[in-house]
């Protein structure tokens, strides 16, 4: 079992579900963040001043899934979360970390049939 933690742009966030059902991955989280990469921000102007906006607005998605849709879910994520055919910088990032255990409250289920 693997947890996939993906940083996308808000943007992509219907390419990306839209990818995701395809490759019958159904169960996501989905969290508005704040952050910034390698672009660092923009700056905005703000009643007539340049003002540095450190952090850009971001979604989270948080999916837990078994080892064999670990794979066709991280090519689901970035087929819709890539802008254009090559992307661009502040895409985004996939972080993929062991899962050890997953529980289901209603019924004590454990491990990949809670899944």
Avoid: H, W
Wanted: hydrophobic share 40%.
């Amino acid at each position: 079992m693997k947890l996939i933690i993906a940083i996308i742009q808000p943007s992509r966030l219907e390419a990306v579900k839209e990818a995701l059902t395809d490759v019958e991955v159904f169960r996501l989280t989905v969290m508005d963040c704040q952050g910034f990469g390698r672009q660092k921000g923009q700056t905005a102007v703000y009643r007539g001043r340049e003002v540095a906006v450190n952090l850009l607005r971001k979604v989270q998605l948080q999916i837990a899934v078994n080892e064999e849709f670990v794979e066709p879910t991280i090519d689901a994520i970035i087929k819709g979360g890539r802008t254009g055919e090559s992307g661009e910088i502040g895409d985004g990032k996939i972080f993929v970390l062991p899962m050890d255990d997953c529980i289901r409250i209603r019924t004590g289920e454990r491990g990949s049939e809670a899944i």
